[in-house]
């Protein structure tokens, strides 16, 4: 049994908060949000008043939190009340340099430190069967792979401080231009003629296969689980993934990556999103392609 303290109990968080208790684990949570809170406690969370309550005799805090500017407040509260030793891992989506800094602030405290953001949605997260992408020493990943074991199912040390956000962006880069492309494929084939069986018959099989086509199809009919058969209710919001696309076009800025149809994408789903958008799947972009003349 591990004393847990768990901050930002959200959509993400308060899943993942859960599991942490059903494997008997002692977690005591904080979120801003009463509501949060209160739901987090019916599932067996210690609700904490005031965030250094939470942090109280806890050996490792898990951060689950919106952006970067959050992390690093909360991280500097967190670093000034544990003990040298503790471990602290966030498993937010962030930018590449915030959770370095952040990584940074923790070695000057002595403290043990992981970034593992996640991928696998509010379903997984509930399920227990989340990706986690590490980032951050030998020493910190072994300390904290039993407790991210619980709440996914792989787990991928990707390498140093920041790693684990760099692998998530460079994902979702891949995915937010995969998802433009073969939306572009179906608007084609569809001027042309094309059933959508037919193209995804050819296309799920050839070279043009891909996650985009083959689990999330973007068109009604040939992969039934897909958010397009569901009014594109999500699945994943347009809105993250343009979150996504701008911490990949603010990360190849700062490294001085060229990613052209990265930013293309991400003014894309810009121009998606200021259309009244942010809250359907991502794959409803294709809509926008059908009515380009
Ligand atoms: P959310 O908005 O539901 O939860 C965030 C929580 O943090 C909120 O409850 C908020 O009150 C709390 N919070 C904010 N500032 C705080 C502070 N200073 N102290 C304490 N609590 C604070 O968001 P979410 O969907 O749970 O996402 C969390 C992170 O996970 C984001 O970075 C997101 O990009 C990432 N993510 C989300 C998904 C998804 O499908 N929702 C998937 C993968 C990754």
């Not at 966030?90 to 800094?101: E, F, G, M, Q, Y």
């Not at 020493?137 to 760099?166: R, T, Y």
């Not at 891949?174 to 296309?203: N, P, R, T, Y």
Request: with cysteine.
């Amino acid at each position: 049994m591990t004393r847990i303290a768990f901050i930002g109990l959200g959509n993400m968080g308060g899943p993942m908060a859960a599991n942490l208790v059903k494997a008997g684990h002692a977690v005591t949570g904080f979120d801003l949000s009463h509501d949060v809170l209160k739901a987090a406690e019916a599932s067996g969370v210690k609700p904490a008043s005031v965030l250094t309550e939470a942090l109280a005799d806890a050996e490792v805090v898990v951060t689950m939190l919106p952006k970067g500017q959050h992390v690093l407040t909360v991280w500097t509260d967190v670093l000034r009340s544990v003990p040298k030793g503790t471990l602290v891992i966030d498993s937010s989506t962030i930018d590449v340099d915030s959770a370095r800094k952040a990584h940074a602030m923790a070695s000057d405290a002595g403290c043990l430190s992981l970034d593992a953001p996640v991928s696998g949605g509010t379903g997984g997260a509930a399920a227990g069967t989340l990706t986690f992408m590490a980032g951050g020493s030998a020493e910190s990943f072994a300390a904290a792979k039993p407790l991210l074991e619980v709440m996914g199912k792989k787990i991928v040390h990707c390498g140093d401080a920041g790693a684990g956000q760099a692998a998530k962006i460079c994902n979702n880069m891949i995915l937010g231009i995969s998802m433009i492309g073969v939306c572009e494929a179906f608007v084609l084939g569809e001027k042309l003629g094309l059933s959508h069986q037919a193209l995804f018959d050819v296309a799920s099989t050839s070279s043009g296969q891909c996650w985009s086509i083959n689990t999330h199809c973007p068109v009604p009919g040939p992969v039934p689980t897909s958010p397009a058969n569901n009014d594109y209710k999500p699945g994943f919001a347009a809105a993250l993934m343009l979150k996504d696309l701008r911490l990949s076009q603010e990360a190849a800025l700062s490294s001085g990556a060229s990613t052209p149809l990265g930013a293309e994408a991400a003014q894309l789903y810009a121009l998606f999103e200021k259309l009244g958008n942010g809250g359907r799947d991502f794959s409803a972009i294709i809509e926008m392609f059908r009515e380009a003349k």
